[in-house]
């Protein structure tokens, strides 16, 4: 699992589609995930901490879970099917030692870790599949360091490391 941020919401420049988008805690991979309007509005009157009069929707799901005994502890994207994404809102209650998962759209889910301060994690397999690299210098300065880590390399190498591999076994 890898923690993410929410970065901000963008519009979609083809369809007008809000999205929301994560960045990893090191500013190196993004994941954009397209929403709805109503959960992008949610995601930004909180990200900008424009105040409303009555609570939305994503407030009043933490007002109940809070008023039944939950804290919300973290959410996580865990899934990804066809460009649908999956997430999980994990909730806690002290008093009765138990945890609660509740199935949920990313979007809802991201609305809602934001409101209660929570961690956002995404599974290794989701960000294979939705990742953008943010950091082009990072990963050429990477992929420079492996070129020349390999360009050295013999097979003889490779015996002399399983023969101290093996030894140190035994």
Do not use: C
């Not at 509005?41 to 009069?53: C, W």
């Not at 994503?58 to 996580?76: C, M, P, R, W």
């Amino acid at each position: 699992m890898i923690e993410m941020r929410v970065m901000g919401i963008a519009l979609d420049t083809k369809s007008g589609s809000p999205i929301v988008v994560l960045n990893d805690l090191e500013n190196r991979r993004a994941l954009p995930i397209w929403i709805g309007s109503a959960e992008a509005s949610s995601i930004i009157r909180k990200i900008e901490n424009i105040p409303s009069l009555r609570p939305m929707t994503h407030d009043l799901f933490l007002n109940f879970s809070e008023s039944a005994g939950y804290q919300i502890t973290k959410v996580e994207i865990n899934d990804v099917d066809e460009q649908t994404y999956f997430s999980t809102i994990f909730m806690f209650n002290d008093e009765l030692n138990k945890e609660v998962q509740v199935d949920a759209r990313p979007s809802d889910a991201i609305a809602i870790a934001i409101r209660a301060d929570v961690p956002i994690f995404v599974t290794e397999n989701v960000l294979a599949t939705g990742v953008v690299s943010t950091d082009t210098q990072k990963d050429e300065e990477e992929a420079a360091e492996f070129k020349n880590f390999i360009k050295d390399i013999k097979p003889s190498d490779f015996e002399k490391l399983m023969k101290k591999n093996f030894e140190s076994d035994q």
